[in-house]
């Protein structure tokens, strides 16, 4: 375990970065852009290379060192919380080198088995409705892999993935909302969209479409709540990196909002450009906002290198949205040249991302002390 170093996070972001551009490569191969598939798997991979390989690799290692950053009488003892995404990064290289048979979406199941272990010990620190809602989402995304392991068909498990990612981020928010106080009944709406996405889950495993129907309810009622009570609407009105961050989370909201309904228009399509519009409303409209909008508070956390805000952040962010307003429209009327462009224009806006923040990370005159980042008090 020392030898391998898996408890220090550079070389396991390292890792969640490679799935990163494995899964863009795979995607365009998708799309039907002329690139060589570099091995047969790999277009195929797309899906579990971007949500385990890369996303669950990030929000692993943003748990573990959560945890370490307690004191170190309690810290200390916690190094295996970095097994998680040793786990699914090498996974997610497993699937990108073409490793036969289950060796991938083995590693990444019992990475995620690991990050549910992580959320046993944050239950066991403060038991509270946002730590719920985040344990709810890693179970959720152990339930997924597992069905994945078993054999179920991609289409068949992205739900499970997708409501990792959601829960995830609405768990945070709600976190981050304690400071507005909200009342009962506003926390029990959100408990309750929660559960409506839970319960068309749990449907789809017998009836399919109307299970992703109702879950894509749940998506659309968690989508209109952030909307409504999220703090975003209020750190709009300021300035510098808290207005970047609140276009971010709101323009996040709507896609998600969008992603919901077109769940619920869809229901259960297994391949196709309706599929695709669906899952990457969800997946780079909402998902991937939410990246931008917390990478200059996170990495810093992760890295020990501050990322200082530049205004050329809005370049990948207003490209993101307009690649991907492009690709749905281009689902939608099957204009194919549309969504091929609107897919390319979305690995740019990536990419542009990657070099915007490596560029703020090396502009910075100092390196302060990283910000200090508890499991129950996640930056916003």
Known sequence: MEKLNIHTPLPLLALGFLALLAAMWAGLVRMGWNLPALQPILPISHGPLMISGFLGTVIGIERAVALSALPATIGAKRRWTYVGPFLTGLGALTLIIGVPGLVGSLLISLGSLSLVLVFVVILRIQVAPYTITMAGGALLWLVGNGLWLLGWPIYSVV?????????TIAGERL?????????RPVQMIFLSAIGLLLVGLAISLLRFEFGIRLSGGGMLAIALWLLRYDLARYTLKKSGLSRFIAICLLAGYGWLAIGGGLAIRYGGVSAGFDYDAMQHAIFIGFVISMIFGHAPIIFPAVTGKPVPFQPIFYSHLVLLHLSLLLRIVGDLSFWLAGRQWGGLLNVVALLLFLINTVRAMRSARSTPTAPTVTPLEQPG
């Open 159 to 167: 739900g499970w993935w997708s409501g990792f990612l959601i829960l």
């Open 175 to 183: 976190e981050l909302n304690r400071v507005r106080r909200l009342s």
